[in-house]
């Protein structure tokens, strides 16, 4: 019996195999069969239609009119290396924020008051309000354009808009003029209507959006997970009927009154009674419980749900808070979205998906919303805290697409999109990361083969040599205005640096500049002599006074600069430790001197100190490290600042210092114990030792802080020291013998 | 009383009877119910055996044997022209998504069949890269067999090439389609847009709603959000490998046939004048056949392989001609050449979501004299830059039909569920080539008022933790302190035995007694800054613990402590050495009284090499040393220490007691240095020569000094 249904079992098996592979091997040849029909099949293209040539010789004209490109509607031919924006003269009515707006670019480094040289134009004729039924309306916005001397349709001229069309219908294309070919910079357009590549989209901004400094950051502090009283908070009106209405009137849906804020008025305008619908008075209820700032600082998420137009307020405002906009308007251009990745600060939402909305946020991890927080924050303090920047943002914007066309580079977009971005970065200086001093330094893509010899001349006009990157050395930029014992002594220091590469000097002074063309070594060091290049900053840079020391980046082959006064006592120890430290902070002014500010009450203005007690905000560059990109910054500095310097004959280490604050906001570094860094028994009259100078720097500190609307400079308790500075262990141990010895 | 309950007691029996009778009856009828509706499906299903119904949810058949013939009746309706004003939120119906989980898109494929006119002649060719795009979409995760539940779908009808349909029967058959809906949610895919003599730059076909993926858009026809711009395929390109000459011979290499005459008038001029430029053109072949496979010189007819040649280029040119896009331009990718773009108003392959200026160089036509200058100007570390990115982007996305179908389908499903979005670095920065991403970039200060929270772990040491506690208390910044109870076999002391301090205080006990314990980002720890501190470290002073802290924020991304530890390579054994001498070098903080931020313990917790952790776990050894390369392998900065300070322990103690004095444990230090380096791929931990002082320290000045109590060693 065993037996049998043994036998009976395995014949079973035996036969569902056979068959398995009966049909398997049907199904392969299937297959093959199939695989081999599909190698017949023809490729999609034949290498001669790939390779078709025009049939004519030019491309034909469009014959149809399309809308404007940079390529159809600018003329590059007006802009060289360094563009510049005119803007005409104010005549006629303008409202505030568009003389905001005018003041802005009239004093920044890119207006001219030439119009031959100029390569944009921005007319005086308020463009911003295009409602006529608001009360910052502009009429004969039209034919006042057209009247501008260099209109031609508007060819390279910029136009702001914030509010285009009116009740009832908001249309976009409702501007109240023709643009034509100029481009316009506008608030709340849409995908359908942008000219994409051509117009900027601009953020909705208050009238009381101020003109410059901004506020700073709200949100500094980063706890991880974010604990935040609500998730998602929404306060603000909905219009009941009309246009871009439904979105708001349905948000009611989602209100939990916990961790769910969206609350909702009726109440605006003079009539909404009479158009007020069933759930108008429970909203209103609800609506009057919370405070708006207070909703915003304490949510995750802020709705930014659009109004009539697509664009809010509530935008910025919610980037200010460091509340994660969510966005309920669609098709918005978002604010400069050509360069700023919106992806890492905003969530995009669907005014057709509304009640998904808190699903969609609760998904968010809560890295994501780490990163996203701090993004906002970043972004707020880079290109919109103040309508400067905003308006600075936007030029930059149009000078980079030039620069892309006249040179074929750009910023990259790691640069837009991280600190200290576009506007702490020039456009025209190296055209990779690796030459600014990013904080986290990437690893430097190892090199392409290297290009072939060039045996014949390059027939086109040379090009200037590209930045530096962070190397192994710096070079020593000395600004002297006398010889003296301690200039000779500092030179011999520095010849015997470990990581000097080359001394630049700076000569300013009525006497013929000294003949030098290397230093010698130390007896026993065997390198070569250290290569001296010396510029006499009256003949080359006649005018630019104290600001000429940081002039000849020309001549400066390292990114690290340690600039020096004639006369700073330094070791070779203490310039060596400076720029060991210095390679692990770039962005930073790493060196000796520090100096302090502080608000005088009495005075109502700030204060300038050395005699420091437990912090810092400045570190003089008298005997300091700075990134050559920084020195490149000052050369680019407004003109009012560098104005005051002129004036002054001073004061260029303090604009240094709040140019660097200003764009990294981080403080200085200040080494080692030492506060004196001038020698004790100057021959000459010491300027340190006047009051006047003192006044004088107290002074253009406040000029400073008034051309900015803030002051940058920021404040640090720590000094860094060799490891074992002044420890109580045996001299022997320690690498920086040499520092132990100096007394304060 | 009693009667009263017994005749309680009486009615209520009879109640539940009544009940056990109705739900019986229930019971009973459910039953019947279930067994006839069973019945009368099975019924149904069996008499509706062949119902389409049940064919719908067969995947598409992509056999190309026996294919079904439609014919295309000449006066069959047309489906709309294109719709020029589409965006994603007009044009897209975004209710049919959503369907196949919250993070995907559903994608659909009409059967394929051969549409034929009245005449009988095909109305499209199928081409074997069409066929691979919907052999590709079948195999993908996207992909349903039910139309009904699709988010996208794709009619089979091969568009690729705008010489191999006729336009006008294609959009009569698009009309036709079972789901058609004005082409709402459908997908088109063209790669050779319009014809002599206009070549438009889109597709002409009546696509109506419909999403179009196609190469060679400029920005007029392109439709922002909506339309997804492909590359040209080139099946010369998926021939290259990724092999690379050591040296590459020439600056610029020009290899295309169809350059524009005034174009190619400019680059012999430039060609004549230098020797930087390359320039090839056809081979004035003997036989008519044009040869593909050679490019010859134009001034002295020099005879080279193509496309072997582009591998010694360093940069390519790639110049519009009767289109837009060029076949070439994926060659080069694919050699590894710098591609330099000719073409104004091009949009470029995928130019959302790829940064196309980090792998090419975009030259305007009316610039194209400069090409030399433009070049020359570069500098060797974009140069380098762009040619190490090349071959990666080019593998990601363009190499095969099948990337280029699936990073469409991946653009088009971030752009319905935008939280499954990659952010730019995943698509645009090769970790290998630029490391992680610090999750804390932005630059301040962190504000003094949270504080921080101490965390402790302890086992059993409970008197050295008592007397922590109450030296940790008088720092003004602490805001909390979290005990982490290690110890599985004893409970910690009753609340009545713990010091009394004014700051809160929770002890967390732990399920296992490990290391990474100490670790664990608890919800409890409410400050980003957190101080990890062993319990036996009694000798801080208030003074410098919240002189650290202050330090900290002012580099809130590092580890900022007391206990500094260095690396050192050792020659003699080819391996990394642990070094606890008093250096003037450090490279690591130890975690022994270190602050920082949260964060860094769930990266720990959940993101650091799973192999590490569980080495710290199992040999009980090398947490911090773990810590400190995870740190800087994301930040790539090194650590901070505070203070002079070196001894940390009660002076009396004896190092006999001490785990870190053991030599075994020094030795397996080492080997975790050499281990951690092993798994990340490189030495993270950089050394520094530098410590953060108070500015006043060992300053007699007079003025009163802000942390007066710094110990000296």
């Known amino acids: 019996m065993q037996a049998k249904k043994r036998y009976i079992l395995l014949l079973f098996s035996c036969s569902l195999l056979i068959v398995y592979i009966y049909s398997n091997g049907f199904l392969l040849k299937s297959k093959f069969v199939q695989n081999s029909r599909r190698e017949q099949l023809p490729t999609f293209a034949t290498l001669d239609e790939l390779y078709e040539a025009p049939s004519r010789q030019k491309r034909s004209p469009q014959s149809i009119v399309k809308s404007c490109r940079m390529e159809t509607c600018f003329d590059f031919s007006k802009c060289g290396d360094d563009p510049k924006v005119y803007v005409y003269p104010t005549d006629g009515p303008v409202s505030a924020t568009y003389r905001k707006v005018l003041s802005v670019i009239r004093e920044s480094k890119y207006a001219t008051r030439d119009p031959n040289e100029a390569c944009l134009f921005l007319p005086a004729v308020d463009t911003l309000d295009a409602d006529p039924l608001s009360s910052e309306h502009i009429p004969d916005v039209a034919q006042r354009l057209s009247r501008l001397p260099h209109w031609k349709n508007g060819r390279n001229h910029l136009v702001f808009n914030l509010y285009a069309g009116t009740w009832p219908d908001y249309a976009e294309n409702a501007l109240g003029f023709d643009s034509g070919e100029a481009i316009l910079a506008r608030a709340s357009a849409s995908e359908t209507i942008f000219r994409d590549g051509f117009d900027i989209s601009l953020p909705l901004f208050h009238k009381e959006h101020p003109e410059r400094g901004g506020a700073a950051p709200a949100a500094t502090a980063n706890p991880f997970p974010a604990p935040k009283k609500h998730l998602l908070a929404f306060k603000g009106k909905r219009y009941v009927h009309g246009i871009g209405s439904e979105t708001r009137n349905s948000l009611w849906h989602l209100h939990d009154g916990n961790n769910l804020i969206l609350v909702t008025t009726c109440r605006h305008g003079k009539s909404w009674k009479d158009l007020r619908d069933e759930r108008c008075d429970e909203d209103n209820r609800e609506y009057d419980k919370f405070d708006y700032e207070q909703l915003l600082s304490n949510s995750t998420f802020c709705l930014v749900a659009r109004g009539r137009r697509l664009g809010s307020y509530r935008f910025l405002e919610a980037l200010a808070a460091g509340?994660?906009?969510?966005?309920?308007?669609?098709?918005?251009?978002?604010?400069?979205?050509?360069?700023?990745?919106?992806?890492?600060?905003?969530?995009?939402?669907?005014?057709?998906?509304?009640?998904?909305?808190?699903?969609?946020?609760?998904?968010?991890?809560?890295?994501r919303i780490l990163a996203l927080r701090q993004q906002t924050q970043l972004l707020w303090e880079q290109y919109f805290s103040s309508i400067e920047k905003i308006v600075f943002t936007t030029v930059e914007l149009l000078f980079e697409r030039i620069l892309a066309h006249r040179s074929s580079r750009q910023r990259d977009a790691l640069i837009w999109n991280a600190s200290p971005g576009a506007l702490g970065t020039l456009a025209t200086y190296g055209d990779s990361r690796a030459h600014f001093p990013v904080t986290a330094i990437a690893p430097v893509a190892p090199p392409a083969p290297s290009p072939p010899p060039v045996p014949l001349p390059v027939p086109s006009v040379p090009s200037t040599a590209p930045p530096p990157t962070l190397g192994e050395s710096f070079t020593a930029l000395l600004y002297v205005q006398a010889t003296s014992p301690a200039l000779h002594k500092l030179l011999a220091n520095i010849a015997s640096s470990e990581f000097c590469e080359k001394v630049v000097l700076v000569w300013d002074s009525e006497r013929a500049a000294p003949t030098l063309k290397s230093l010698p070594r130390m007896a026993g060091d065997d390198r070569d002599p250290l290569p001296v290049v010396v510029i006499d900053a009256t003949t080359h840079y006649p005018g630019e006074g104290v600001s000429a020391r940081w002039q000849p980046l020309w001549a400066i082959p390292t990114a690290a600069v340690f600039s020096l006064d004639g006369d700073a006592p330094l070791l070779a120890e203490e310039l060596d430790f400076a720029f060991q430290v210095w390679q692990h902070f770039p962005e930073r002014i790493v060196g000796y001197p520090a100096r302090s500010h502080y608000w005088d009450e009495a005075k109502g203005a700030w204060g300038y100190s050395s005699k420091w007690g437990g912090a810092y905000s400045m570190v003089l560059p008298g005997a300091a490290l700075v990134h050559r990109a920084a020195l490149a910054l000052y050369g680019a500095a407004a003109p009012a600042l560098r104005l005051a310097v002129r004036r002054a004959r001073n004061c260029e280490d303090i604009l240094l210092n709040c140019l660097v604050a200003h764009y990294t906001r981080r403080p200085p570094l200040k080494l080692a114990q030492r506060r004196r860094y001038k020698p004790a028994h100057h021959r000459h009259r010491s300027s340190w030792t006047d009051p006047e100078h003192f006044v004088q720097r107290q002074s253009c500190l406040n000029t400073f802080a008034a051309a900015w609307g803030y002051m940058p400079l920021m404040r640090s308790i720590l000094r860094l020291d060799p490891i074992l500075f002044k420890d109580p262990v045996s001299t022997l141990r320690k690498k920086y013998r040499k520092m132990e010895l100096l007394t304060s | 009383?009693?009667?009263?309950?017994?005749?309680?007691?009486?009615?209520?029996?009879?109640?539940?009877?009544?009940?056990?009778?109705?739900?019986?009856?229930?019971?009973?009828?459910?039953?019947?119910?279930?067994?006839?509706?069973?019945?009368?499906?099975?019924?149904?299903?069996?008499?509706?055996?062949?119902?389409?119904?049940?064919?719908?949810?067969?995947?598409?058949?992509?056999?190309?044997?026996?294919?079904?013939?439609?014919?295309?009746?000449?006066?069959?309706?047309?489906?709309?022209?294109?719709?020029?004003?589409?965006?994603?939120?007009?044009?897209?119906?975004?209710?049919?998504?959503?369907?196949?989980?919250?993070?995907?898109?559903?994608?659909?494929?009409?059967p394929l069949k051969e549409y034929r006119t009245d005449d009988d002649r095909l109305i499209s060719q199928l081409s074997r890269e069409f066929y691979e795009i919907l052999d590709t979409i079948r195999h993908s995760k996207y992909y349903t067999a039910n139309p009904e539940e699709a988010c996208l779908l794709v009619p089979s009808i091969d568009t690729l090439n705008q010489n191999t349909f006729s336009s006008e029967h294609v959009s009569q058959a698009l009309y036709s389609l079972e789901h058609w809906n004005n082409g709402e949610n459908h997908l088109i895919f063209n790669m050779l847009p319009g014809t002599a003599p206009n070549y438009e730059t889109v597709v002409k076909l009546n696509t109506s709603k419909a999403i179009i993926a196609g190469s060679g858009f400029d920005t007029w026809t392109f439709r922002y959000g909506f339309d997804i711009s492909l590359p040209l395929y080139s099946h010369i390109a998926t021939g290259i490998d990724?092999?690379?000459?050591?040296?590459?011979?020439?600056?610029?290499?020009?290899?295309?046939?169809?350059?524009?005459?005034?174009?190619?008038?400019?680059?012999?001029?430039?060609?004549?004048?230098?020797?930087?430029?390359?320039?090839?053109?056809?081979?004035?072949?003997?036989?008519?056949?044009?040869?593909?496979t050679k490019r010859c010189e134009y001034t002295t007819g020099r005879v080279f392989n193509y496309p072997d040649i582009l591998k010694e280029g360093l940069f390519c040119l790639v110049v519009r001609s009767a289109r837009l896009t060029q076949s070439v331009l994926m060659d080069i990718l694919a050699s590894q050449c710098i591609p330099i773009i000719v073409a104004d108003t091009i949009v470029l392959p995928f130019n959302s979501h790829v940064d196309w200026h980090r792998i090419s160089l975009y030259i305007p036509e009316e610039n194209i004299k400069n090409l030399l200058r433009i070049v020359h100007s570069v500098s060797k570390e974009r140069r380098g830059e762009l040619y190490w990115q090349l071959r990666w982007v080019y593998e990601r996305y363009f190499a095969s039909i099948k990337q280029i179908t699936l990073t469409t389908l991946e653009i088009i499903n971030e752009k319905v569920f935008p939280l499954a979005a990659r952010m730019y670095e995943e698509w645009n920065m090769p970790e290998h080539l630029y490391g992680p991403v610090n999750p804390l970039f932005l630059p301040v200060t962190a504000p003094k008022s949270p504080g921080f929270t101490a965390v402790i772990l302890t086992y059993d040491r409970v008197e050295s933790l008592f007397i922590l506690i109450r030296k940790l208390v008088?720092?003004?910044?602490?805001?909390?302190?979290?005990?982490?109870?290690?110890?599985?076999?004893?409970?910690?002391?009753?609340?009545?035995?713990?010091?009394?301090?004014?700051?809160?205080?929770?002890?967390?006990?732990?399920?296992?007694?490990?290391?990474?314990?100490?670790?664990?980002?608890?919800?409890?720890i409410e400050t980003e800054c957190q101080l990890t501190i062993d319990d036996d470290i009694v000798m801080l002073t208030p003074d410098e613990l919240e002189f650290g802290f202050d330090v900290w924020r002012e580099f809130p991304d590092r580890i900022v402590g007391f206990p500094s530890r260095l690396h050192v390579w050792d020659n003699v054994t080819a391996s990394w050495k642990y070094h606890s001498e008093w250096t003037n070098q450090i490279s690591m903080v130890l975690t022994g009284a270190?602050?920082?931020?949260?964060?860094?313990?769930?990266?720990?917790?959940?993101?650091?090499?799973?192999?590490?952790?569980?080495?710290?776990?199992?040999?009980?050894?090398?947490?911090?040393?773990?810590?400190?390369?995870?740190?800087?392998?994301?930040?790539?900065?090194?650590?901070?220490?505070?203070?002079?300070?070196?001894?940390?322990?009660?002076?009396e103690c004896t190092n006999t007691e001490m785990l870190s004095a053991d030599a075994r444990h020094m030795s397996q230090r080492s080997g975790c240095i050499d281990r951690f380096a092993r798994i990340y791929g490189n030495m993270a931990l950089k050394p520094v020569e530098f410590r953060a002082d108070p500015l006043q320290y060992r300053e007699n000045s007079g003025i009163p000094q802000l942390y007066p109590d710094i110990g000296a060693l």
């Open chain 2, 474 to 524: 008088k720092t003004p910044s602490l805001a909390k302190i979290l005990v982490v109870w290690n110890n599985q076999k004893k409970a910690p002391p009753p609340s009545s035995e713990w010091p009394v301090i004014n700051k809160p205080l929770k002890v967390i006990r732990t399920k296992e007694n490990k290391l990474s314990n100490r670790f664990f980002p608890y919800d409890e």
């Open chain 2, 594 to 651: 270190a602050f920082h931020h949260k964060i860094w313990s769930w990266y720990y917790t959940y993101k650091m090499p799973a192999e590490i952790r569980s080495w710290v776990d199992e040999y009980f050894n090398c947490e911090d040393i773990a810590m400190n390369f995870l740190v800087a392998n994301i930040t790539r900065k090194p650590p901070i220490k505070v203070t002079p300070r070196k001894k940390f322990k009660c002076p």
């Open chain 2, 1 to 110: 009383m009693a009667t009263e309950t017994l005749l309680k007691t009486n009615k209520y029996s009879k109640y539940i009877s009544y009940r056990k009778i109705l739900y019986h009856r229930f019971f009973v009828g459910l039953l019947l119910f279930i067994v006839v509706s069973l019945v009368f499906t099975v019924l149904f299903n069996v008499y509706a055996g062949n119902s389409p119904r049940t064919e719908i949810y067969k995947a598409v058949n992509l056999d190309l044997v026996s294919l079904e013939v439609r014919k295309i009746k000449i006066n069959s309706p047309y489906s709309e022209p294109r719709n020029t004003n589409c965006t994603y939120w007009s044009c897209f119906n975004v209710y049919k998504c959503g369907r196949g989980g919250h993070d995907k898109i559903t994608i659909y494929i009409y």
């Open chain 1, 323 to 367: 509340c994660v906009p969510v966005l309920l308007s669609n098709g918005w251009r978002l604010p400069f979205d050509e360069r700023i990745d919106w992806r890492r600060a905003v969530i995009w939402a669907d005014e057709r998906l509304l009640l998904q909305v808190p699903e969609l946020v609760r998904s968010v991890p809560p890295e």
């Open chain 2, 242 to 292: 990724n092999t690379q000459p050591k040296q590459k011979n020439y600056l610029i290499i020009s290899t295309q046939q169809n350059i524009p005459d005034d174009y190619l008038a400019e680059l012999q001029n430039i060609a004549s004048s230098s020797n930087d430029l390359l320039l090839l053109g056809k081979c004035k072949a003997e036989s008519n056949r044009m040869d593909h």
